[in-house]
């Protein structure tokens, strides 16, 4: 990944045994140079990929590449996408793509895959992702982020598949299920199109110059590491310090990706062991000053897009559960009858004090879970914000309730958005930005 040229990206969007679209202008096939335009139904039948609308059926393969006359002008619609799957926003929508859409056919399912240039791929998600008010050192920072862990990913599957490696992700013994959540099941393509890598809704929302400025002027630039791309991870917010990557995902450390203070040194805020119990528990239910620790609601309509904004306590929150309901939910999660819970109990904590390890109990049975997604799934409907919390058991009338207090939104990895957007609303660059989060970490134009 490191030629002049512009690299191409494939994402895939959406997949199911049926799926409708509509071309805008004319599109080309692969093989036969025909010409399609309209709308048709890309469906699954005996194992056989078919395009279908009201005049005609084509039956092209197992794949079928659709490229637009021009790029510009053509562009084509997936109708009724579901987007946020498992997140609490979860919602169908149509959605509006330019560059080339193909249709794969993989164990009875289609899948919709656009392949585009890397650049116009990042105006979009930098577009999707932050609102039309961040500042222009946000944007840049995201900017050069989002190409670096798209590049990084990019290099990471060829790596995979040159080292003929399998990548496990789940290691499961009869007392301890440990697993995490990364790009494992793209095979078909690069990325995918929701928050598990990154939101990309194409053009169905406009793009706005200031986002085009951030991405052509920082254009092929990238965070690097020695000789490699850094796989720059973003989350939320920290919750006030940094996670390490290999206590989120494989046991690799990235020597870019440190434990840092989510503040600038003028804060005076502790530098605290969080891995210790006691000191998490302390750090969690105080409220340390950090970039993030805001409530400016103008900053964080940079970072929270509409549906976002459904959810305001982040730097520190609690939820509340009943003994039988959480019992339940567990149980539904992760498939697990533990009885009636009686103990939740932290067993290993990360350096931003998330939760690596954690032990539940029950009337049944007991088992440790990890890692900080796994928790995070087990302990909620959708996802709990993130695995920093302890928990308090208190009697209420006769009903013993779970009580999670937390601190931060997402893994906690790399950029903190919201500390990144307030920086960027105080006056940082975006080197400095980039440099505050990723440590010792360099940038450099690759193309
Ligand atoms: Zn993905
Ligand atoms: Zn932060």
């Given at each position: 990944m490191t030629g002049k040229n512009e690299p191409e990206i494939s994402v895939g969007i959406v997949s199911g045994s049926g799926l409708t679209f509509t071309l805008h202008g004319d599109y080309l096939t692969a093989e036969g140079g025909r010409k399609l335009t309209g709308r048709y139904t890309a469906v699954a039948e005996n194992d056989r990929l078919l395009l279908k609308n009201e005049a005609e059926v084509i039956r092209p393969g197992d794949?079928?590449?659709?490229?637009?006359?021009?790029?510009?002008?053509?562009?084509?619609?997936?109708?009724?996408?579901?987007?946020?799957?498992?997140?609490?926003?979860?919602?169908?929508?149509?959605?509006t793509f330019r560059g080339i859409l193909k249709f794969i056919l993989r164990g009875g399912q289609v899948t919709a895959v656009n392949v585009l240039p890397v650049e116009?791929?990042?105006?979009?998600?930098?577009?999707?992702?932050?609102?039309?008010?961040?500042?222009?050192?946000?944007?840049?920072?995201?900017?050069?982020?989002?190409?670096?862990?798209l590049l990084a990913q990019i290099d990471k599957t060829l790596r995979l598949s040159n080292a003929g490696e399998k990548y496990r992700t789940s290691f499961v013994t009869d007392t301890e299920i440990t697993r995490w959540y990364d790009r494992e099941d793209h095979r078909d393509f690069d990325v995918c199109a929701d928050d598990h890598c990154q939101r990309y809704q194409g053009i169905t929302r406009s793009t706005t110059k200031a986002v085009e400025e951030a991405v052509h002027g920082t254009g092929g630039e990238v965070l690097m590491y020695s000789d490699f791309i850094c796989d720059a991870r973003y989350s939320k917010c920290c919750g006030g310090a940094a996670e390490l990557f290999e206590n989120v995902w494989e046991p690799v450390n990235h020597p870019y990706l440190r434990k840092v203070i989510d503040a600038g040194s003028e804060a005076g805020t502790p530098d605290i062991d969080l891995t210790d119990e006691k000191n998490a528990v302390e750090w969690i239910s105080g409220k340390p000053e950090a970039f993030c620790n805001?409530?400016?609601?103008?900053?964080?309509?940079q970072v929270l897009n509409n549906y976002d904004q459904e959810t305001h306590d982040f730097y520190r929150w609690s939820v509340t559960c009943q003994q039988d309901e959480l019992s339940d939910l567990v149980r539904e999660r992760t498939g697990i009858d533990f009885g009636r819970i009686t103990s939740l109990e932290p067993l290993a904590r990360g350096t931003s004090g998330r939760l690596i390890r954690l032990r539940i109990t029950g009337e049944k049975k007991s088992m440790v879970i990890g890692k900080e997604l796994e928790i995070r799934k087990a302990l909620s409907k959708s996802h709990l914000y993130s695995s920093a919390f302890y928990v308090e058991?208190?009697?209420?009338?006769?009903?013993?309730?779970?009580?999670?207090?937390?601190?931060?939104?997402?893994?906690?990895?790399?950029?903190?958005?919201?500390?990144?957007?307030?920086?960027?609303?105080?006056?940082y660059t975006y080197r400095q930005i980039l440099f505050h989060y990723f440590v010792d970490a360099e940038i450099k134009k690759l193309y």
């Amino acid at each position: 990944m490191t030629g002049k040229n512009e690299p191409e990206i494939s994402v895939g969007i959406v997949s199911g045994s049926g799926l409708t679209f509509t071309l805008h202008g004319d599109y080309l096939t692969a093989e036969g140079g025909r010409k399609l335009t309209g709308r048709y139904t890309a469906v699954a039948e005996n194992d056989r990929l078919l395009l279908k609308n009201e005049a005609e059926v084509i039956r092209p393969g197992d794949e079928i590449i659709l490229t637009p006359s021009a790029f510009g002008s053509c562009s084509f619609t997936l109708h009724a996408v579901t987007i946020g799957v498992n997140f609490h926003w979860q919602r169908n929508e149509d959605q509006t793509f330019r560059g080339i859409l193909k249709f794969i056919l993989r164990g009875g399912q289609v899948t919709a895959v656009n392949v585009l240039p890397v650049e116009e791929y990042l105006v979009s998600v930098i577009s999707s992702e932050m609102s039309a008010t961040s500042s222009g050192e946000l944007l840049r920072a995201h900017a050069v982020i989002s190409r670096s862990w798209l590049l990084a990913q990019i290099d990471k599957t060829l790596r995979l598949s040159n080292a003929g490696e399998k990548y496990r992700t789940s290691f499961v013994t009869d007392t301890e299920i440990t697993r995490w959540y990364d790009r494992e099941d793209h095979r078909d393509f690069d990325v995918c199109a929701d928050d598990h890598c990154q939101r990309y809704q194409g053009i169905t929302r406009s793009t706005t110059k200031a986002v085009e400025e951030a991405v052509h002027g920082t254009g092929g630039e990238v965070l690097m590491y020695s000789d490699f791309i850094c796989d720059a991870r973003y989350s939320k917010c920290c919750g006030g310090a940094a996670e390490l990557f290999e206590n989120v995902w494989e046991p690799v450390n990235h020597p870019y990706l440190r434990k840092v203070i989510d503040a600038g040194s003028e804060a005076g805020t502790p530098d605290i062991d969080l891995t210790d119990e006691k000191n998490a528990v302390e750090w969690i239910s105080g409220k340390p000053e950090a970039f993030c620790n805001t409530s400016d609601r103008q900053i964080l309509s940079q970072v929270l897009n509409n549906y976002d904004q459904e959810t305001h306590d982040f730097y520190r929150w609690s939820v509340t559960c009943q003994q039988d309901e959480l019992s339940d939910l567990v149980r539904e999660r992760t498939g697990i009858d533990f009885g009636r819970i009686t103990s939740l109990e932290p067993l290993a904590r990360g350096t931003s004090g998330r939760l690596i390890r954690l032990r539940i109990t029950g009337e049944k049975k007991s088992m440790v879970i990890g890692k900080e997604l796994e928790i995070r799934k087990a302990l909620s409907k959708s996802h709990l914000y993130s695995s920093a919390f302890y928990v308090e058991k208190v009697e209420d009338q006769g009903e013993t309730l779970f009580v999670l207090h937390g601190a931060g939104w997402g893994h906690g990895v790399g950029l903190c958005q919201i500390g990144a957007a307030v920086m960027g609303a105080s006056g940082y660059t975006y080197r400095q930005i980039l440099f505050h989060y990723f440590v010792d970490a360099e940038i450099k134009k690759l193309y």
